[in-house]
């Protein structure tokens, strides 16, 4: 019972930004959004997260629709470094598991 | 500031046999959790320790033991490893439970022949 649907995979190229969507209809009123990635045989890192409104930092922006039933990450200047797995991942407030799903294979190219 | 380190990296056990993970973090989190990666899969929740001295089961349980040492500690028990426990084991903590990122270590990667 997927919670999320993310594209299989995308390329981006170097330098430009990339936009990576997601689909969760049939999220509750108390989930939240977040990303993580994970970089080849790494442990996944925390990108962003967000309930409502759009967020930014340091690495990314995430732009939630009005009717919270997709988000956008944005990466707005990506790198070769960027070239990993993408997660997005719906989670109620109370809940303390994350539940991966199969992401999207972002490859950043030359 | 180490973040969450793990031991052993790599560990190959035979079928049967016994092997404690080892996880601990220095950032004074609360929320302690260890999951299974197998390939081509995303992660999947073993045990999560809310805080010292609790400990609750996940999606995936089976096999396994956990152990909140104190606060920064966290171990994963295999009493008798199995071929489907083949896997690349993750650390992870937060501050609580609830809505915050959770950190995880750079992995364990565990073959059961």
């Known amino acids: 019972d997927a919670k999320t649907t993310q594209p299989p995979s995308m390329d981006c190229a170097e330098g430009r930004a990339a936009n990576l969507p997601c689909n969760h209809s049939?999220?509750?009123?108390?989930?939240?959004v977040y990303w993580y990635r994970q970089i080849h045989s790494q442990g996944p890192q925390y990108i962003i997260h967000?309930?409502?409104n759009n967020e930014t930092n340091e690495m990314a922006s995430l732009i939630i629709t009005e009717d919270r039933k997709s988000s956008t990450l944005i990466l707005p200047h990506a790198t070769l470094r960027d070239t990993a797995v993408y997660y997005c991942?719906?989670?109620?407030?109370?809940?303390?598991?994350?539940?991966f799903g199969a992401g999207t294979t972002v490859t950043v190219r030359a | 500031n180490a973040g969450v380190t793990q031991t052993p990296k790599f560990q190959v056990l035979k079928t049967g046999q016994s092997m404690t993970l080892q996880c601990a973090q220095d950032?004074?989190?609360?929320?302690m959790y260890w999951y299974r990666q197998d390939p081509g899969m995303g992660l999947r929740l073993i045990y999560y320790?809310?805080?010292?001295?609790?400990?609750d089961k996940g999606e995936v349980p089976n096999g396994y033991n956990v152990s909140r040492l104190n606060k920064r500690e966290f171990s994963l028990r295999l009493e008798s490893a199995a071929p489907s426990q083949t896997s690349v084991y993750f650390c992870?903590?937060?501050?609580?439970?609830?809505?915050?990122?959770?950190?995880f270590g750079p992995g364990t990667r565990l073959t059961v022949t």
């Open positions: 992870a903590s937060s501050e609580q439970g609830g809505p915050y990122e959770q950190y």
């Open positions: 049939t999220i509750s009123g108390n989930e939240y």
């Open positions: 967000g309930l409502k």
């Open positions: 991942i719906v989670r109620p407030s109370n809940d303390y598991k994350l539940s």
């Open positions: 950032m004074n989190h609360n929320s």
């Open positions: 320790s809310a805080s010292e001295g609790t400990t």
